[in-house]
Nanobody
Framework: QVQLVESGGGLVQPGGSLRLTCATS????????VGWYRQAPGKERELVAS???????EYADFAEGRFTISRDMAPNTVYLQMLRLTPEDTAVYYC?????????WGQGTQVTVSS
């Protein structure tokens, strides 16, 4: 059973930073790609950033230049460093790990950007 556990969310003021962590129960090379997604109230879940087995990264337009995805083989962790946060970044952030046609999800971590 694949388990993904997110942490690092919280309340931050506009302009602030957060680093999210996704801990996986398996070697992250077992997945085709691991990504961060977010879902704001009343909106669909959207991709924030992803990193694949070849270390190729992909970012949503809103994340480009502000967010950085990275991974650490030990201990099987994927990070999302977020800078210059705005209220529009408020959402539940999910870690998703894709293996072939199946995506595994964590429980999500709330990020709230507010003064």
């Amino acid at each position: 059973q694949v388990q993904l556990v997110e942490s690092g969310g919280g309340l931050v003021q506009p302009g602030g930073s957060l680093r999210l962590t996704c801990a996986t129960s398996e070697n992250i090379f077992n997945f085709n790609a691991v990504g961060w997604y977010r879902q704001a109230p009343g909106k669909e879940r959207e991709l924030v950033a992803s990193i694949n087995v070849g270390d190729v990264t992909e970012y949503a337009d809103f994340a480009e230049g502000r967010f950085t995805i990275s991974r650490d083989m030990a201990p099987n962790t994927v990070y999302l460093q977020m800078l210059r946060l705005t209220p529009e970044d408020t959402a539940v952030y999910y870690c998703g790990a894709r293996r072939l046609s199946k995506t595994y999800w964590g429980q999500g971590t709330q990020v709230t950007v507010s003064s």
